[in-house]
């Protein structure tokens, strides 16, 4: 059976030359669809993984945000970060607070540094945006540490468990480091 073309060119009297260059536009057209349908596919893939990031960015700071709104409107967060900042200016021995002797501070202080450091793990993990948290919470967290650190390093000290709350000093150094830029001139 004679291709189309073959009957096309017999009837017109195309010699075989034309044949052949008409073959290979036909080709090259055919491979150039090819091609743009490959690169529309691509296209559609990239924009797939765009809007997958820009998910994943949006979920990380609505997490961020949700935590903190939690934190601000809990009557016993409030009250336990009242308490681990109030110890900054305070001369308690840190180790009768550690002990256990004041059963109220020491559940504060592992309260708030827990919750701390769960979002200072986050931030490490990338689960957490650090952008947005830094923006909203870096004064906060630092005199928060600040005023617990004392009782972390003589709480590692007595547990000899040297990685308790890392995550934590390491966020607030690095905060220290290149601290929040002025919005002013």
């Given at each position: 059976m004679a291709s189309p073309m073959m009957d096309l060119s017999s009837l017109l009297g195309w010699s075989p030359l034309i044949q052949s260059v008409l073959m290979f536009l036909t080709v090259c057209v055919s491979a150039?669809?090819?091609?743009?349908?490959?690169?529309?596919?691509?296209?559609?893939?990239?924009?797939?993984?765009?809007?997958?990031?820009?998910?994943?960015?949006q979920a990380k700071k609505r997490a961020i945000i949700d935590l903190l709104i939690a934190q601000k409107t809990d009557p016993n967060y409030i009250r336990d970060a009242k308490i681990v900042r109030g110890m900054?200016?305070?001369?308690?021995?840190?180790?009768?607070?550690?002990?256990g002797s004041d059963m109220t501070k020491k559940d504060a202080v592992l309260s708030v540094l827990?919750?701390?450091?769960?979002?200072?793990?986050?931030?490490?993990?990338?689960?957490?945006?650090?952008?947005?948290?830094?923006?909203?919470?870096?004064?906060s967290v630092i005199k928060t540490w600040d005023a617990a650190s004392g009782f972390?390093?003589?709480?590692?000290?007595?547990?000899?468990?040297?990685?308790?709350?890392?995550?934590?000093?390491?966020?607030?150094?690095?905060?220290?480091?290149?601290?929040?830029?002025?919005?002013?001139?």
């Open positions: 150039w669809a090819v091609y743009l349908s490959i690169q529309h596919r691509n296209e559609d893939r990239e924009s797939a993984v765009q809007a997958v990031e820009n998910a994943a960015d900054k200016d305070s001369k308690e021995c840190l180790s009768s607070v550690i002990d827990n919750q701390l450091e769960f979002i200072a793990v986050g931030i490490r993990l990338n689960v957490f945006d650090e952008y947005l948290y830094k923006q909203l919470s870096c004064s972390v390093y003589e709480l590692r000290q007595q547990t000899g468990i040297r990685t308790l709350y890392q995550d934590l000093e390491y966020l607030v150094d690095n905060w220290r480091k290149d601290p929040i830029k002025s919005i002013r001139n």
